[in-house]
């Protein structure tokens, strides 16, 4: 793997005809580091974000030793990357040979679960073990979040009541898990979840052991300007403090995106110009997924040594492949001047970017470069609040459009 210092740096100096994916160790140190110093109780990494074993190693040897794994392909993964790490297999409906894997041969010991088909499945494969910890997922709104987690899986506030009370008899420690969806942009996302929390412990009088607030804590991208993350641990904390559980409750949280979205940025070639449209070559079935499917706008910048002066004008991008479906609308504002040959950074990548790539039509990106610049925006350090940025290069973003 090579090692630049910065993506400038990668794109002149390689001058690369393939995508190429930067890494930065030192974003996702950064991130780890603050959940783990400044969230109120213990942070499980959803490693479905980003499933890299150089991240997963970065972010445990900067404090994060709990993982939320969806899969037994996951839990194999993060076992043998790291063998200390407490892995969590918080995905609702499972193989039961899956969990059967987890428990016995992983040693994991903590399930989610929303049904009482699920719990039983969950009982059976363990050998109705008496050290679980089952956590319930509870259905809660996703509407303050970009992304809604609120169809497929969590139990109903009327259904909840003989769930939470079977759990409790066969549960060692008994949770009660939620999530908000994907980049919540409030924290009332999350008291407003903690208050149907607080109304399903009153119906069923159970004793609670855990209360996990799942994901969704945001990244910032264009036209997605969260407040501080402080501000949503304080209002959990606040919420949480004031929930009927066990003394020795604890409070957990699975932050996926926001540990891991500034680990990566791509660079891409520009292969041909079509007016405001941009063929690149990399897209939707790249790292790009999410802009061509949910319309997400990453942050770019161009990559020229000789700085443009040209004004910003909003682009559309076509990826490699054969596809007319390989199209992101944007819109990605870029200098009226860029032209075929020229490289752009796409920035905040690392949630689900490289996770969703496949090689479709022989594209990949299998170049990889380690670089110590910093990522094109952060909720960790220089955030930017005001409605402009200077870019690396030295172009002015509009970060807000």
């Not at 039961?96 to 499945?121: C, M, N, P, Q, W």
């Not at 066969?170 to 908000?180: M, Q, R, S």
């Amino acid at each position: 793997m090579y090692k630049l210092h910065s993506a400038l740096g990668v794109a002149t100096t390689l001058t690369p005809a393939a995508p190429v994916t930067l890494i930065r160790p030192q974003a996702a140190a950064r991130a780890a580091r603050f959940f783990v110093e400044k969230f109120p109780g213990k942070s499980l990494y959803a490693v479905k974000a980003n499933p890299s074993p150089a991240l997963l190693r970065t972010l445990r040897a900067n404090g994060i030793t709990h993982y939320d794994v969806a899969s037994i392909a996951e839990v194999r993964l993060v076992a043998e990357t790291l063998p200390d790490a407490k892995l969590c297999f918080m995905h609702p409906v499972k193989a039961e040979e899956a969990i059967a894997e987890a428990y016995h041969v992983h040693g994991v010991r903590t399930f989610s679960l929303d049904t009482l088909e699920e719990l039983a499945k969950i009982m059976r494969a363990t050998g109705n073990a008496t050290d679980l910890e089952l956590c319930v997922r509870l259905r809660v709104s996703s509407e303050h979040s970009e992304l809604s987690l609120a169809a497929k899986f969590g139990a109903e506030l009327g259904e909840v009541k003989e769930l939470l009370m079977a759990t409790r008899q066969a549960a060692d420690a008994l949770g009660i898990c939620f999530h908000v969806g994907s980049q919540a942009m409030t924290p009332h996302a999350y008291t407003q979840a903690i208050e149907r929390v607080r109304a399903a412990i009153v119906d069923a009088s159970v004793t609670v052991d855990i209360i996990d607030v799942g994901g969704g804590f945001p990244s910032i991208y264009p036209g997605m300007e969260p407040p501080a993350l402080e501000l949503y641990f304080d209002a959990i904390y606040r919420a949480a403090e004031s929930l009927p559980v066990s003394y020795s409750s604890e409070l957990w949280c699975e932050p996926g995106r926001a540990l891991s979205a500034e680990y990566s940025s791509l660079i891409v070639r520009v292969e041909r110009r079509r007016g405001d449209e941009l063929y690149i070559n990399d897209g939707a079935y790249g790292a790009l997924f999410d802009a061509a499917h949910v319309g997400w706008r990453f942050p770019v910048t161009l990559l020229r040594k000789q700085e443009s002066e040209a004004e910003l004008q909003p682009f559309s991008f076509y990826g490699p492949t054969c596809d007319d479906m390989d199209h992101m609308a944007g819109p990605f504002l870029l200098p009226a001047d860029v032209q075929p040959g020229d490289y752009i950074e796409i920035g905040m990548l690392g949630a689900y970017g490289c996770a969703m790539r496949t090689g479709f039509n022989g594209f990949t990106a299998e170049t990889l470069v380690e670089v110590d610049d910093a990522p094109m925006a952060s909720m960790y350090e220089d955030r930017v609040d005001a409605p402009l940025r200077t870019a690396r290069n030295g172009t002015v973003v509009k970060i807000g459009q």
